[in-house]
């Protein structure tokens, strides 16, 4: 296993090993298929092996897959991203939303001359060291308690506030006044389930952070090109200083990126003197996956994508409604979690008060009938444009009764 959340450990048994992907489906070794809404936690909003981006490969594969030099289509991948996400004035590509986190917050905080960081618990930004502090994912999972490899300075650096609660950020702000670089947020909530900021919630801290001069970084690894063609900071109207990208962005293959301000921005060597690099940044395949992704989304994706996930949220509140089971359906756009929880869930205290033994029965039930969900209460489902009729169809049908004890 190579990544912890993984594992099956909250839902128990043994993970299926993958072989192919096709659509909306995925094939195990076994040859049995599934329909996947699990899309490689979120990268995949074509579906598997979407034909403009297979062919993108295969160019790109003639050419050659890494030269350690700028190419044209960096170029062309910033250019997009910035015309669809003007707030990155400039940006930088890494190989993955951890390091795109993980360098941001180095700049936020060469930026301001300040040491702390606000994050919201349960909120999940990569691995890096001061991130991990009550974080989601896999750590929510897991259920990993503390953060031990990190040192007690790294750790006392982080302030952790519900998500969702703007007077415990004021009330931070007000403890530690021109003390903190960074709030960093995930827009809306992926990594504890998904978790959709409350109206004011991300405005509110455009307007704090502004009145103490900490930045403010929105992780949008999830939500960037998913949940509008613009992300989550077009879709709520709030601008932040710095953006964290990863996932949709490579199409499936290792990428992320983080930019905003031009002025921060210029602070990262060479143009500046805070350093971060990398041997793939930028790799050449990635860009050409995430290129051909980028270019097949528009407007109309977003509508069918908004409709599918309509209808299959939908289907899991009407499913769970006859047969009595206590259930909240959180959905922003394609991203999607059933929490089996009687009550709304709008913080990560909420999300662990659900029934994570109901969630896992739920889970296998579905899996045993050829549907993959995420292996955790606290992580997202995801469609992709290619969850066609067939396969929504066949999702209603799995649904049937599995709600039952
Ligand atoms: N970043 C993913 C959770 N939102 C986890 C991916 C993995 O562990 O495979």
Excluded at 92 to 104: H, V
Excluded at 292 to 314: C, H, I, K, M
Aim: aromatic share 8%; glycine share 12%; charged share 20%.
């Amino acid at each position: 296993m190579n990544s912890p959340v993984r594992a099956f450990r909250s839902v128990g048994g043994t993970p299926p090993f993958m072989r192919r992907g096709e659509g909306p489906w995925i094939f195990d070794e076994d040859g049995r298929r599934y329909l996947d809404l699990v899309l490689s936690w979120g990268p995949l909003i074509l579906g598997h092996c979407p034909a403009p981006v297979k062919a993108a490969l295969a160019a790109q594969l003639e050419r050659g897959w890494s030269f350690g030099a700028p190419t044209e289509g960096e170029v062309r991948l910033a250019e997009l991203i910035r015309r669809r996400m003007p707030s990155l004035e400039k940006l930088r590509l890494t190989s993955s939303g951890t390091e795109a986190a993980m360098s941001a917050i180095r700049l936020a905080r060469a930026a301001t001359g300040r040491s702390r960081i606000l994050k919201f618990a349960g909120g999940y930004h990569g691995h890096a060291d001061s991130l991990l502090v009550e974080a989601g994912s896999g750590v929510a999972t897991l259920g990993i308690p503390g953060t031990p490899g990190i040192t007690e300075g790294t750790a006392s650096d982080t302030l952790v506030v519900p998500f969702n609660a703007l007077d415990a950020v004021e009330t931070a702000f007000e403890r530690w006044p021109e003390a903190v670089a960074a709030v960093i947020v995930e827009p809306v909530a992926g990594n504890m389930g998904v978790v959709p900021p409350e109206p004011g919630f991300l405005k509110g801290l455009r307007e704090i952070t502004v009145r103490d001069g900490a930045l403010l970084v929105f992780d949008e690894v999830i939500t960037g090109f998913r949940v509008s063609p613009g992300g989550a900071q077009e879709r709520y109207g709030v601008t932040p200083d710095l953006t964290c990208l990863g996932k949709v962005i490579g199409g499936g293959l290792p990428i992320g990126a983080y930019g905003g301000r031009r002025d921060v921005m210029e602070l990262v060597a060479p143009a500046g003197p805070v350093y971060q690099a990398g041997t793939l940044s930028g790799n050449p395949l990635a860009v050409g996956a995430g290129l051909a992704t980028l270019e097949q989304l528009d407007v109309f994706s977003y509508e069918r994508l908004e409709r599918s996930s309509q209808r299959l949220g939908a289907a899991i509140r009407r499913e769970a409604e006859a047969c009595g089971a206590p259930l909240q359906v959180n959905r922003v756009g394609s991203m999607l979690t059933a929490f089996f929880n009687p009550e709304a869930v709008r913080d990560y205290a909420g999300a662990r008060r659900s029934d994570a033994a109901a969630y896992a029965r739920w889970f296998h039930r579905l899996l045993e009938r050829g549907v993959s969900m995420p292996p955790s209460q606290f992580e997202a489902a995801f469609l992709s444009t290619a969850h066609d009729e067939e396969s929504l169809a066949s999702f209603e049908t799995a649904l049937a009764g599995s709600f039952k004890a």
